[in-house]
């Protein structure tokens, strides 16, 4: 009989998903339930438990920094290597040595970011004012907390804050510190988060616990009164304006002007610059004021140089021969960051959700939860006399017959039946009797028992007092005001920044130098060179140099006063003036304009137009087939901005970019080698600049514009095969004797 083939036995599937290099499988979800179960976590992660800070105006980084120093015990003691430091503190903070010793750094008295250093340093800790004064390595520095520390965290061991497991729950540190003072205005503090930032300025301790007395003692008191303005470790000068100041103070929104604080040295013809705005660093000073010499807009400087040492910030200015300081200095005020803004921006976190306040809800919502930090020390404190208090009720039942306690210890032959004895025999609970048995032999004089007891009616009346201040609001109140008193007369410093009111303002004004405006003919090259040549230059000129290589994009006859646009592949566009270029001859390169304008790496010049007086419009055409009118005004500004970001849509790659006066016949080329020629008045002005357009050109898939060019240069001889009278079109397929040359990379 013929034996039944055997089925082989089925494998087992191992499921692969997930695992690297095998094919896993793909599972399809809402992109609103993904933002709700993925991005809004890990965004709300980084509102609160990184970038905002809370209302005891620390960030988590900096609690966990100056809690471990705290425990460590550094704050009455001796200074350590900042090495150590950061190594105890991840145990708080997991996220790398790095990271914690950087916000040491800015705590530090050395560096001078803060009004009130929370870290005594020792060694180089780097400037704030200064971008390229790298600190030393943590194992070359030194530090402790500073002083004010003691307010910092005075009580936090009477249960006046929550603690909470660390990362690991391994250990518990503080969810906030117990601050006496209004830290949270007082220390400067700046965080970027998810669709959210923080920007808060410093002001001077004195004045904001005077403000805060000042709100609790009257609701409707001005603010102004006691609290002029912000006040920086940096100095300098605080160009004061009320109704901006009122809208800050009012919104928790708006900008304050600084001003760097100078003086002239006659002797030497100089001028010193000592203090600089918050906002800015030496280092951009500096190089804004050579970019300004070399494009010849500043000529009344000889020399300048950072003589920043030991003693502080110091930037001197050599004048040139009859420069009057103060013309000179109205003008770098005006086009360098020795006058800046600080941007305001109060965002704190409230009960764990961020709120953007003004200065005066902000000291409410701290004067509250101070009030609650006060009534859990003071419940605490009930807490520890109220136990005190019930052990010495007990010694004193004891002391009523000393000899039958005695009798009752001796008499009790098993040791764990003595505080139940003594529990029967004088009444008293188990906590008192514990106490009681405790206490030595030596101590059992009635002179010792009676000191201790005398000491009852002293607990019951602090313990009324402290019953009193909970349920009063008004003492709740006065405590704290004590404590900021208390404060301010310890810590407060005179301010640091000065305010200037507008009576008090320089009213020199510095009148630009008119520019001379002559006619000037201007050559483009395709790797991006421009030569400015005079009329009279160009006619004893022989034939244009360009560098090997490269062609001659454009020229255009102009004034030397008309401003540029270049646009760049990164969608930014860069404005100068004709008159920012020297005068070139035929026989020179020209500027190049990268290096000249300060493009950023790798950019490149897509197409430069001479901007006139902003009449006409502007066509970018994408490989999309989409075609944006924006007109020319829509790059005009007021102010002195050499650098528009988002100068046109990145949404599709750019084909061509076209200056016009007046609606023209455009022809458009695709790479499917069809073409289409239309009006540009079908097309409607879009005053945004980096709007996407209107599809014009239908196009195949696959396909793509390639090319657009004015029809009376495209040598197109059918032109009424590809004239569309709506958009969009596919167009028509282009005719061999319709081909059109190469177009020139840039069109004017």
Known sequence: ????????????????????????????????????????????????????????????????????????????????????????????????????????????????????????????????????????????????????????????????????????????????????????????NQGIAVGMASNICSFNLKEVCDTAIALMNNPDHDILETLPGPDFSTGAQLLFDEATTREIYNTGRGSFKLRAKWHYVKEGNLIEITEIPYSTATEVIMDKVAELIKNGKIKEIADMRDETDLGGLKLTIDLKRGVEPDKLMQKLFRLTPLQDSFACN??????????????????????????????????????????????????????????????????????????????????????????????????INKEY??????????????????????????????????????????????????????????????????????????????????????????????????????????SKESSNRCEILVFTDKQQCYKSRLSDFDDGKASQLGDYLPQKLGFDPDEKVVQVILAGDYKGFILFFFENGKVARVPLSAYETKTNRRKLTGAYSDKSPLVSVMALDEDVQVALYSTDGRAAIFSTAQLLPKTTRNTQGVAVMTLKKKAVLRDAALLENSGIVNQSRYRTKTIPSAGAVLKEEDSPEKQQMFEV
């Open 1 to 188: 009989m013929a034996r039944k083939k055997q089925e082989p036995e089925k494998k087992k599937k191992i499921n692969t998903d997930g695992i690297m290099g095998l094919v896993g499988s793909t599972t399809e979800q809402a992109i609103t339930e993904t933002l709700e179960s993925n991005y809004m976590p890990y965004a709300m992660s980084v509102i609160v438990s990184r970038a905002i800070p809370e209302i005891d105006g620390f960030k988590p980084s900096h609690r966990k920094l100056l809690y471990t120093m705290y425990k460590m015990g550094l704050l009455n003691g001796g200074r350590t290597k900042s090495a150590n430091i950061v190594g105890q503190t991840m145990r708080l903070n997991p996220h790398g040595d790095a990271a914690i010793y950087e916000t040491m750094v800015r705590l530090a008295k050395g560096n001078e970011t803060l009004l009130h250093p929370f870290v005594d340093s020792k060694g180089n800790f780097g400037k704030v004012y200064s971008r390229d004064m790298a600190y030393a390595a943590a194992r070359y520095t030194e530090a402790k907390l500073d002083g004010i520390c003691a307010e910092i965290f005075k009580d936090i061991d009477s249960d006046t804050v929550d603690m909470v497991d660390n990362y690991d729950a391994t250990m518990k540190e503080p969810a906030l510190l117990p601050t006496t003072f209004p830290n949270v205005l007082v220390s400067a």
């Open 449 to 554: 028992i009676l000191k201790q007891t005398r000491a009852i009616d002293d607990l019951e009346r602090e313990i009324d007092s402290l019953r009193g201040t909970l349920n009063s609001s008004r003492r709740l109140k006065s405590v704290i005001i004590k404590e900021l008193q208390t404060v301010s007369d310890k810590f407060g410093k005179p301010r640091k920044t000065e305010i200037v009111y507008e009576t008090q303002e320089s009213v020199v004004e510095d009148e630009e130098e008119p520019i001379p405006d002559y006619p000037v003919t201007v050559f483009v090259s395709r790797e991006g060179y421009l030569k400015k040549i005079t009329a009279q230059s160009l006619r004893m000129s022989g034939e244009q140099k360009f560098k090997e290589g490269d062609t001659l994009a454009f």
């Open 346 to 443: 109060f965002n704190v976190l409230i009960a764990g959700m961020p709120k953007v306040m003004g200065v005066g809800e902000i000291l409410e919502e701290w004067t509250a939860w101070r009030t609650d930090c006060v009534k859990r020390r003071i419940f605490f404190q009930i807490g520890k006399k109220e136990e005190r208090l019930h052990l010495l009720k007990g010694l004193e039942r004891i002391l009523l017959d000393i000899d039958k306690a005695i009798r009752v210890i001796r008499e009790t032959e098993q040791e764990s039946e003595v505080i139940p004895n003594l529990m029967i025999e004088f009444g008293i609970d188990e906590i008192q009797a514990n106490y009681v048995a405790e206490i030595k032999l030596r101590n």
